[in-house]
Structures are given as structure tokens and as C-alpha cells.
């Protein structure tokens, strides 16, 4: 249950790489999906977010949020944090009925009051203690991970509208299903436009810049936005011929931390390197 | 007499390492972040038209706020190890490029953003985490984070900028290693990359 259960540590730093054993297989399935966001998802959310009016965008993006809320409630519940359960649950309260059944979101009017928080069953199972298992990245969906699709596939299950709908045999609740994932790809694809063309635009190999950006995205998220506890160390830098074994430091040991790396000469050598 | 250095380990022991200090070494580590945020500002302001007063400003910015040569060994992983001395200065004077040509394109997308530094909580035995906002007029604040290492005597650098939990460094990183790898582990195979890299965005990519 370590605080990073999405990397392992290959370099005995903690800072190692994302566990991808089928990367081959990923990397098709990961230019596929460039392919179909190219020719269809990326120009009707390019549409969408130009054209369709914002109120009306922003009334989409909270009713999609309010029909989470059951399952979020559940998740917040299983992963034990009360606190968040009673503001999913006062959301939920205020957004039917000041909201208008949850077309405003009104509980978080102008960044004031109690905002949204996405909880997953993904997020649960990690702090249930579930690693992150293999890279995966999903047709249409992209990346994700083995408990992260898990998660998924149990949350598709459990949703409430969509137990009704399989129920009910209703053709009205199956399309509103549909639509509201047709809805719900175009609404996050369409505030994700230009952060995903910057980092198109600034890496050097896309695929491994999304895989680390995934995991680390949700280690983020498991920790509930919380600053990580205990990063490991960014050893200082060093010229080859300064790593000595012969431990250099100014500082007292405190005994709370064991530290892998031996202590580094902090020897400053910038400007010989870039001048 | 043994008593009294009793009572001083205690004291050491209660009250760890000058707490004083470390409230110093916070002000100074927000004060560090804070300037860079007014800097690069006005940096927007005066070079809104030229890009390549723009490349200029940043690279100076970058050098004299950011500890290049540590984020660079850094991200290059357990690779530096193996990488010669001429490969070690060719791949920092590329990696220092890379960084001033992507963040001068951040700059073209500037938008009236403003910048506020929250606070700050020690990370470690030597940094400090500076915490800030992006805020945005036309959207969500972005949370960015500053790693920030005190060498003392004011000498403070920053070492890693974490945006939504996301560490630069590490992403960085985990890009190179990649690259590498799938390049059986020739480390020139990824100063091409680099190369190629800096060339694209030049070309305003």
C-alpha cells in the first residue's frame, strides 16, 4: 500500500516506470484511438465546445455530475471518507431542488460553496489496497489500467439509471443511456482540446507522456487532491566523478528516514555545463 | 552536568531543527515562486510581439529560478549513469533548450491568466512545496505546485513543478526512459529525439 502503487520502483529511487508489460499491444490500441479522434471525437467536441452555447454546455456538464451522485455516494462510502459522502450527499439534496432536479449546480455557485468531486470505483478499490496492475489502454476510452478498468466495468454495472433501464426494457431509458455517454465523451473531450494538443505538440513520444500523465493524474486522484506525504527525493546533481561512496553532508542524520541513495556532494557545476 | 545535556537532547528532540528557520526558508521559497510569477508577466507584457524576445526572456528566467542541471540528471534517470561525459553535457544543453522552447509556447497561449501564491509546507529534509493558482477567467483554477530546494546563505532553486498532482520531473523522466528503451537503451538515440523535438517546435509545431 505504498504511495505509489501506479509506479514501481525499478530504480530503488521510487521513481520508476509505469508497469506496461504490453506495450506493444497498448501502443496499436493507442493509435487507433488517435485515429477515430482525429476523423470523429476531436471535430464534434471542437464543434460542441465552439458552437453549442456555454450556459447550455455548462447545464450538461452539471446534470452529467448529478447523475453520478449515487454512485459517488456509494464510493465515498466505501472508501470510508464521511466527510465527502455528506457533501455528495448535501449536492445531491441542493442541486434537486434548488438546481432544478440538478441542471445547476447551484451547491457550487461560482467556485463558492461545496465543489464536485469525482470518486470512481477504480479510486476505491486503490485505497482498498488493489495496485494498479497493468498499463491498458481501452478502445475509444484510452488509458486506464487493470484495477482503473475494473472499476469501470463495476460501475457500468451498478449504476442505478442503467438497472433501471435493463429492467424497465424501455427504449426511452436506453436512449437516454445512450446519449448521456455519447454526451459525457463529448463534454470530457471537449475541456480536454487544448491541454491534449499542448502535450501533442510538446513531447517527444506521446504515448509514454500520456501513460505517466494517466497514472500520475490518478494517484492524484486517489489521494483526493491532497499533496502527496513523503515524495521521494530529487537527488541533486552531481558530476560523475563526485560519486564518491564517501558520504559528504553538512546535515545531522534524523533517524525517521531512511534515505536509499547515499548522500551527494552538493557541488553546483552550471557554469562549466552551459556556458 | 549530565542532567543538563539530557535536558538539551529533549529540547532538540521536541523541538526538531529550528522551526524558526524553516518558516525563513518558506518565505523566501514563496517569495522566489511569486517573483517568477511577476517576471514572467511582464515578461508576457514586453514581448507579446517577438517570439524570439520571448525564448530569450524565458531561457533567462529558467536559468536563474530553475536548478537545470539537477531536473535534467534527474530525468534522465538511471541512464545518467551510463552516459559519457560528452553525451552528459550535449543531453543537458538539449534538455535546457527542449524546456525554454516548449515554455515560450506555452507563453503564446497566455490569456489573461493571473497567478496566486497560497502557502507552503516543507517537503523533505531540503525543499519546500510552494502551492499556487493558475487562475483562469474563462475556466477552472489550475493547482501548481513548486518543489523548491535552499542551498542557504538565499540560495534557493526550484527543482520540480507539480500541475494537478502531476510532477514535471517524473513525467519527464518516464518520456526519456521510454524513448530510450524502446531504442535499446542508446542514450544518443534519445539526444536525436531531442534534437528533432526542439527543431519541431522551432518550427512552431
Not at chain 1, 495496485?131 to 488509458?143: F, M, Q, R, S, T
Not at chain 1, 487544448?194 to 500523465?213: C, I, K, P, Q, W
Not at chain 2, 523533505?124 to 477552472?140: A, K
Not at chain 2, 501548481?144 to 494537478?164: F, H, K, P, S, T
Request: proline residues 5%; charged residues 25%; contains cysteine.
Amino acid at each position: 500500500m505504498g504511495g505509489c502503487a501506479a509506479t514501481d520502483t525499478v530504480d530503488g529511487d521510487g521513481y520508476g516506470e509505469v508497469y506496461d508489460p504490453i506495450e506493444p499491444v497498448n501502443r496499436v490500441i493507442f493509435a487507433g484511438n488517435e485515429v477515430v479522434d482525429t476523423i470523429l471525437i476531436r471535430p464534434v467536441a471542437e464543434a460542441y465546445r465552439d458552437y453549442f452555447p456555454e450556459p447550455l454546455q455548462n447545464r450538461a456538464r452539471d446534470i452529467l455530475r448529478h447523475l453520478r451522485s449515487p454512485l459517488i455516494l456509494a464510493n465515498e462510502l466505501m472508501q470510508g471518507d464521511f466527510e465527502g459522502a455528506g457533501n455528495v450527499l448535501a449536492r445531491f439534496v441542493i442541486n434537486s431542488i434548488a438546481g432544478l432536479g440538478g441542471f445547476i449546480d447551484v451547491a457550487n455557485h461560482n467556485g463558492q460553496g461545496i465543489p464536485f468531486e469525482n470518486e470512481d470505483f477504480g479510486q476505491t478499490l486503490a485505497v482498498w489496497g488493489v495496485d494498479a496492475g497493468p498499463y491498458l489502454v481501452i478502445p475509444i476510452i484510452g488509458p486506464s489500467n487493470a484495477r482503473d478498468a475494473a472499476g469501470l466495468v463495476v460501475e457500468t454495472l451498478a449504476d442505478p439509471i442503467g438497472i433501471w433501464a435493463r429492467f424497465a426494457d424501455s427504449a426511452v431509458l436506453d436512449g437516454f443511456q445512450y446519449g448521456r455517454l455519447g454526451l459525457s465523451i463529448i463534454d470530457a473531450r471537449a475541456r480536454t482540446i487544448s491541454a491534449l494538443d499542448e502535450v501533442r505538440a510538446t513531447s517527444v513520444d506521446f504515448y509514454a507522456t500520456m501513460r505517466s500523465l494517466y497514472s500520475q493524474f490518478r494517484e492524484a486522484e486517489i489521494r483526493d487532491g491532497e499533496i502527496e506525504q513523503d515524495i521521494p527525493d530529487i537527488p541533486d546533481y552531481t558530476d560523475f566523478e563526485d560519486e564518491s561512496e564517501e558520504p559528504v553532508t553538512t546535515e545531522p542524520a534524523r533517524g525517521d528516514e531512511v534515505s536509499e541513495l547515499p548522500p551527494v556532494p552538493r557541488l553546483d557545476l552550471r557554469p562549466d555545463v552551459n556556458r | 552536568m549530565r542532567w543538563a545535556s539530557y535536558l538539551l537532547l529533549t529540547l532538540l528532540v521536541v523541538f526538531p531543527a529550528g522551526k524558526a528557520a524553516a518558516t525563513q526558508d518558506e518565505a523566501a521559497a514563496q517569495a522566489l515562486v511569486r517573483n517568477l510569477g511577476d517576471e514572467a508577466i511582464e515578461l508576457l507584457r514586453e514581448t507579446s510581439a517577438s517570439s524570439a524576445g520571448t525564448v530569450a526572456g524565458v531561457r533567462d528566467l529558467f536559468r536563474t529560478s530553475f536548478d537545470v542541471p539537477t531536473i535534467g540528471q534527474f530525468a534522465l534517470g538511471r541512464h545518467w549513469r551510463t552516459a559519457t561525459d560528452a553525451q552528459r553535457q550535449e543531453y543537458l544543453a538539449l534538455f535546457e533548450d527542449m524546456v525554454v522552447e516548449t515554455y515560450a509556447r506555452r507563453f503564446e497561449g497566455y490569456d489573461n491568466q493571473t497567478f496566486v501564491v497560497d502557502g507552503s509546507r516543507p517537503e523533505g529534509e531540503r525543499d519546500v512545496m510552494v502551492r499556487s493558482r493558475i487562475l483562469d477567467p474563462n475556466g477552472p483554477p489550475v493547482e501548481v505546485n513548486w518543489r523548491v530546494r535552499d542551498r542557504g546563505a538565499g540560495n534557493l532553486q526550484i527543482i520540480d513543478v507539480m500541475v494537478e498532482g502531476v510532477s514535471m520531473a517524473v513525467t519527464q523522466r518516464n518520456e526519456f526512459s521510454s524513448i530510450i528503451q524502446r531504442n535499446g537503451g542508446n542514450i544518443d538515440a534519445l539526444l536525436q529525439a531531442i534534437r528533432d523535438q526542439i527543431a519541431s517546435l522551432r518550427a512552431g509545431g
